[in-house]
């Protein structure tokens, strides 16, 4: 999902139990499940609110996007939608892509920077005290724009093409954060999809034995695929380090992390 989740670390956190439901209330209510998010386990660990969903909270009162936002939104693509329509002949379920989600970020700052400076007497640049105290987990971004090719027939092949283009997204965006003033970026590689109930699920009827992985029972093709982003991702993520030294940049191994849930479920808790 392409996404941008900020989490920020400031000394006013509420414990207002009233807005802490009716922020679960929304994170229910424009998701497709009542899960958590990675996002959501890091706030609960040090302490923080569930982060709040920007697209439909950004218009109502009574939401406190000062401990952190989530511009996250089901579907959403890191490629633009017209690259879909005009390559792939794709309408895409959602128009908010990653460009678009920057766009919110960039129109919700200045309203952010101000309040953390009335609160902050000692600061002498809202901003930069405030963003110095943020941190950015950019995605995982791009299982949605290969989702899109491969469930509408593309082949590995044809979407093997644009993954760089998809990296390139993730660039720019990494890029535009860090002209913002942003110090501190997680930013997740890509999950092995081909272990996703969703896959598994729509390419049974086309699958023989051999696509399988024996010892995880995984579609290999798009783990493949995923592995290759990632490659590619963390190439970038050099670079973007070497070309930006004074911000931190992390990246997030999901890939490795989830394989252990299917390499060994029985260790985890998980019946195999």
Not at 117 to 141: A, H, P, Q, R, W
Not at 246 to 255: G, K, L, Q, R, V
Request: charged content about 20%; hydrophobic content about 40%; proline content about 5%.
């Amino acid at each position: 999902m392409a996404k941008i989740q900020l989490l920020y670390l400031l000394e006013f956190l509420t414990t207002d139990p009233e807005r802490r439901r009716k922020i679960c209330d929304y994170m229910q209510a424009f998701k497709r499940s009542d899960g958590r998010l990675a996002v959501d386990f890091i706030a609960q660990s040090i302490g923080l609110q569930l982060l709040p969903p920007y697209l439909p909270a950004r218009n109502s009162s009574g939401y406190d996007f000062r401990q952190g936002v989530n511009f996250a939104v089901v579907g959403a693509t890191a490629l633009d939608a017209s690259f879909f329509e005009e390559r792939l002949q794709i309408t895409l379920e959602t128009n908010y892509t990653l460009g678009v989600q920057l766009g919110w970020f960039k129109n919700l700052l200045p309203s952010l920077c101000n309040n953390f400076y009335l609160y902050c007497n000692s600061c002498t640049d809202g901003c930069l005290e405030y963003l110095n105290k943020t941190l950015f987990l950019v995605g995982e971004i791009g299982g949605n724009d290969y989702t899109e090719a491969f469930f509408r027939g593309r082949s590995l092949a044809e979407v093997r093409t644009f993954v760089p283009k998809v990296i390139d997204a993730i660039a720019s965006a990494i890029n535009i954060l860090i002209e913002e003033g942003a110090v501190t970026l997680v930013v997740p590689g890509k999950l092995p999809t081909g272990c996703s109930p969703a896959y598994l699920t729509y390419f049974k009827s086309c699958s023989n034995k051999d696509d399988y992985s024996k010892s995880t029972g995984c579609l290999k093709w798009p783990n493949k695929l995923a592995k290759y982003h990632n490659k590619l991702l963390q190439k970038e993520l050099d670079r973007l380090q070497v070309l930006h030294p004074h911000p931190t940049i992390i990246y997030a191994d999901y890939y490795n992390a989830a394989m252990r849930f299917y390499m060994s479920p029985d260790q985890l808790g998980t019946p195999g």
